[in-house]
Antibody, heavy 122, light 110 residues
Framework: QVQVVESGGGVVQPGRSLRLSCAASGFNISPYGMHWVRQAPGKGLEWVAEIWYDGYNIYYEESVKGRFTITRDNSKNTVYLQMNSLRAADTAVYFC???????????????WGQGTMVTVSS | QSVLTQPPSASGTPGQRVTISCSGGYSNIGSNPVHWYQQLPGMAPKLLIARNDQRPSGVPDRFSGSKSGTSASLAISGLQSEDEAEYYCAAWDDSLSGWVFGGGTKLTGL
């Protein structure tokens, strides 16, 4: 079964760090771009970060630049999101999603995980 | 304020046809394909339409997409109760070097 499963969410104080993981199964992530998308409580979807299949093309949403880092470990079939200097505004469900291809604009997000909740609160 | 603009809500009755619009600009919809996602309550999003008008395997042909200039539309014909969901459009934005989503349209009344 082709799927991705997120983990690593939790409650964290403002200014602290958290690392999310996205473990893929049923397919090899190597040829695929991978994304993180978040959804604040009661709000819409917001794209957060993307890493292309090659691991070199990496893009971030403006508000997380310099604080979040997306990486991939093809040997572990896993994608990560390192989140530093967390803010209350980062509180959301974080979804991992696979791009249909290597990661370019033609590639819709075709496989989504169930998400992991991140709550930033003192 | 989302870069892509969608109506916050839409309504219809079973069997009807409804259209959801998505308006953007030259740097996003005007230059790149639009993708549509369906999110049922409490669930993860699901790809509904890729590259403006392509239905992934398993998506009923009641769902169709189109694009013209800097706007796109999702049409749902023969509405069914299970279509009650939030619908999002998305596209790559060349100016932002990032992906942008519409604010979402909640389909109700079914």
């Amino acid at each position: 079964q082709v799927q991705v499963v997120e983990s690593g969410g939790g409650v964290v104080q403002p200014g602290r760090s958290l690392r999310l993981s996205c473990a893929a199964s049923g397919f090899n992530i190597s040829p695929y771009g991978m994304h993180w998308v978040r959804q604040a409580p009661g709000k819409g979807l917001e794209w957060v970060a993307e890493i292309w299949y090659d691991g070199y093309n990496i893009y971030y949403e403006e508000s997380v630049k310099g604080r979040f880092t997306i990486t991939r470990d093809n040997s572990k079939n896993t994608v990560y999101l390192q989140m530093n200097s967390l803010r209350a505004a980062d509180t959301a469900v974080y979804f991992c999603a696979r791009a249909r291809g290597g990661g370019d604009p033609n590639d819709a997000f075709d496989i989504w995980g169930q998400g992991t909740m991140v709550t930033v609160s003192s | 304020q989302s870069v892509l603009t969608q109506p916050p809500s839409a309504s219809g009755t079973p069997g009807q046809r409804v259209t959801i619009s998505c308006s953007g600009g030259y740097s996003n919809i005007g230059s790149n394909p639009v993708h549509w996602y369906q999110q049922l309550p409490g669930m993860a999003p699901k790809l509904l339409i890729a590259r403006n008008d392509q239905r992934p395997s398993g998506v009923p042909d009641r769902f169709s997409g189109s694009k013209s200039g800097t706007s796109a539309s999702l049409a749902i014909s023969g509405l069914q109760s299970e279509d009650e969901a939030e619908y999002y459009c998305a596209a790559w934005d060349d100016s932002l070097s990032g992906w942008v989503f519409g604010g979402g349209t909640k389909l109700t009344g079914l």
